[in-house]
Nanobody, 116 residues
Framework: VQLQASGGGLVQAGGSLRLSCAASRKLATFNAVGWYRQAPGKQRELVATITPGGSVNYADSVKGRFTISTDVAKNTVHLQLNNLKPEDTAVYYC???????????WGQGTLVTVSS
């Protein structure tokens, strides 16, 4: 499985970005797909996940600002980042896992930098 992430960049606080992650197979074959992030000197943390049935889960720190969605025709998961804050600066990784987390796949990461 390959996950190709794109869409990172430099934005001012309050701005928006849209991240995309294209999977090499149908999203319905995964237990869930989503996004994690890792800021400098910190552990990787969950940002948002979505299941084939549409159940979503967000980190408390991004609720109301970020939105995860899928384009099943293109096997792509998107993350819309609004009202960005400097503390959102991190490398964002897309992620997919199989049932029971037997297999976990990671994309290559895309850098989001938010200036104050």
């Amino acid at each position: 499985v390959q996950l190709q992430a794109s869409g990172g960049g430099l934005v001012q606080a309050g701005g928006s970005l849209r991240l995309s992650c294209a999977a090499s197979r149908k999203l319905a074959t995964f237990n869930a797909v989503g996004w994690y992030r890792q800021a400098p000197g910190k552990q990787r943390e969950l940002v948002a996940t979505i299941t084939p049935g549409g159940s979503v889960n967000y980190a408390d720190s991004v609720k109301g600002r970020f939105t995860i969605s899928t384009d099943v025709a293109k096997n792509t998961v998107h993350l819309q980042l609004n009202n960005l804050k400097p503390e959102d600066t991190a490398v964002y990784y897309c992620n997919a896992d199989s049932a029971s987390n037997l297999y976990i796949w990671w994309g290559q990461g895309t850098l989001v930098t938010v200036s104050s």
